[in-house]
């Protein structure tokens, strides 16, 4: 595993908890401008995830 591959796995993982972190953070918002405000965030966030996820794929693929 290179460097590049791990880093992006970190990545991916890091994404995830940012977008939960965003989940729960709307569940406390004050108003629901505030809640659907967090939730478009937490997508970014997943959406960031899973590109970083399919980097990672595809680097692991171009290993073998």
């Known amino acids: 595993m290179t ?8 990545s ?3 994404y ?3 977008a939960a972190d965003c989940r729960e953070q709307s569940e406390r918002a004050p108003n629901p401008h505030h ?6 965030i ?3 966030w997943q959406s ?7 980097y ?9």
């Open 56 to 64: 990672h794929n595809k680097g692991i693929a171009r290993a073998r």
């Open 35 to 40: 809640k659907q405000n967090w939730l478009k």
């Open 48 to 54: 960031l995830a899973e590109m970083a996820e399919t």
């Open 3 to 10: 460097d590049t591959t791990a880093q992006s796995t970190r």
């Open 16 to 18: 995830r908890l940012e």
């Open 12 to 14: 991916a993982q890091d």
């Open 42 to 44: 937490a997508e970014q």
